[in-house]
Every structure is written in C-alpha cells, then in structure tokens.
DNA sequence: GCCAACGTTGGC
DNA sequence: GCCAACGTTGGC
C-alpha cells in the first residue's frame, strides 16, 4: 500500500509543467528538519501530490511517484550553491532528497480554498492554521479521495 | 507588498 | 533551557 504525501513547489521555480519535461527529478534544497525527516520516510511507490504555493493559482497541480529513496542532497555540499551548509559532511549529511517521477498533470489546479471545503481534507498539515510546512504526510484516506476529485 | 505564523540563532 | 530578535513561508 502506498503512502500519500504533498510537496510544495513555487510555480515560478519549478512547476508540474517542468517535472513533466523532465519526467524525473531530485527533490532537492529542502531546509527544514520536519520536512526532511518526511523526505526520508518516503519509500519507492508513494504517491506525492504536487502543490503549487506563492502563486497565481495556488493548489494541488499535479501527481508523482516516489522512484528512488532519500539519499544525500548534493547542493548542501556545493559551496557555490545557495543550499550549500557548511556544517554537512559526505560522511555525515544533514540534508536528504528523493527522487519523485512524474505520474500526471490534473485538468485543473485544485485550489486552496477547495481543498479547505473537502470534510476529509479538515485535518492536515496543509488546511491547519499555519501552514508552512513544504513536505508533510496525508492519510491514505485523504490521499485517495483528494485522487478521485481529478 | 503586507502580515501572521512559524523556525532558527545566539546571548545569557 | 529560555527568550528576544531576526529570517522565512505562504496566503491574500
């Protein structure tokens, strides 16, 4: 059974669009504790819903698979990079990224405010107050009703 | 651009 | 370990 998460991603950084060119990427320059230790529970097969924030339609864009498990994020070691963190070792990383892969884009972007209107969807990480967090877990119930509304 | 809600850092 | 100051995220 797979597990259900939802990555956030600025559509004017890196949208569905280009994952789709892409097919495949490295989830990278992830910075915060909370939304790494999810990264690292990701197994090969989770389904990850691709959320667009900042941005003209926020909401849930797109669909991927996790196709390869957490391993060490490279920029944390490139000091050239905004990412790079000096205090991150080879032998020792801070910072982890999976590989997620394509699966498809939705006919339409599912806002904010209509995610907020699904009862299944009142507890999450995403509809709470605050909302910050970049990578955080749905329940498997959540994750296959949200599917079924493409 | 504004602002609320966090997260992080560093002094003590 | 506490907390103020500061930085960041993200909705609007």
């Given at each position: 059974?797979?597990?259900?998460?939802?990555?956030?991603?600025?559509?004017?950084?890196?949208?569905i669009?280009?994952?789709?060119?892409?097919?495949?990427?490295?989830?990278?320059?992830?910075?915060?504790?909370?939304?790494?230790?999810?990264?690292?529970?990701?197994?090969?097969?989770?389904?990850?819903?691709i959320?667009?924030?900042?941005?003209?339609?926020?909401?849930?864009a797109g669909l991927a698979?996790?196709?390869?498990?957490?391993?060490?994020?490279?920029?944390?070691?490139?000091?050239?990079?905004?990412?790079?963190?000096?205090?991150?070792?080879?032998?020792?990383?801070?910072?982890?990224?999976?590989?997620?892969?394509?699966?498809k884009q939705f006919?339409?972007?599912?806002?904010?405010?209509?995610?907020?209107?699904?009862?299944?969807?009142?507890?999450?990480?995403?509809?709470?107050?605050?909302?910050?967090?970049?990578?955080?877990?749905?329940?498997?119930?959540?994750?296959?009703?949200?599917?079924?509304?493409?």
């Amino acid at each position: 059974m797979p597990k259900y998460w939802l990555v956030k991603t600025e559509e004017d950084v890196y949208p569905i669009d280009q994952l789709k060119k892409d097919k495949e990427t490295l989830w990278d320059c992830v910075r915060n504790y909370q939304a790494r230790n999810f990264l690292k529970e990701m197994e090969k097969g989770d389904l990850v819903f691709i959320y667009h924030s900042n941005s003209k339609l926020t909401g849930v864009a797109g669909l991927a698979e996790v196709s390869q498990e957490a391993v060490a994020d490279p920029q944390q070691f490139d000091k050239k990079s905004d990412y790079f963190d000096e205090k991150a070792t080879v032998e020792n990383p801070r910072w982890f990224s999976p590989k997620l892969k394509f699966k498809k884009q939705f006919a339409k972007v599912l806002t904010l405010s209509e995610i907020k209107e699904l009862a299944y969807m009142k507890d999450s990480a995403l509809t709470n107050k605050g909302n910050r967090l970049s990578v955080l877990p749905l329940t498997t119930n959540q994750g296959m009703k949200l599917l079924k509304e493409f």
